[in-house]
């Protein structure tokens, strides 16, 4: 069993170039990438998501928001 992509460290958080366009439609939401997956957290919560590429993992984080696809 593999074990899970370290989380970002509090405070020295920027969201990657990957994530730049759904950095303004989820601005508290914490992204990273391990070997195969795009994850996400909501800080201060157990919200984790995770996709195979990053229209997947914001479609996900959509989910987990209870938000709507954008038009």
Known sequence: MNAPPP???R????????????????PHWHVWQ????YWARLPGTMRV????????LASQVR?????TPRA
């Open 7 to 9: 989380l970002p460290r």
């Open 11 to 26: 405070g020295t958080y920027t969201p990657p170039d990957w994530w730049q366009p759904y950095t303004a439609e989820f």
């Open 34 to 37: 391990d070997a195969s997956q």
């Open 49 to 56: 998501c995770h996709g195979g590429d990053p229209a997947d």
């Open 63 to 67: 989910t987990a928001d209870g938000s």
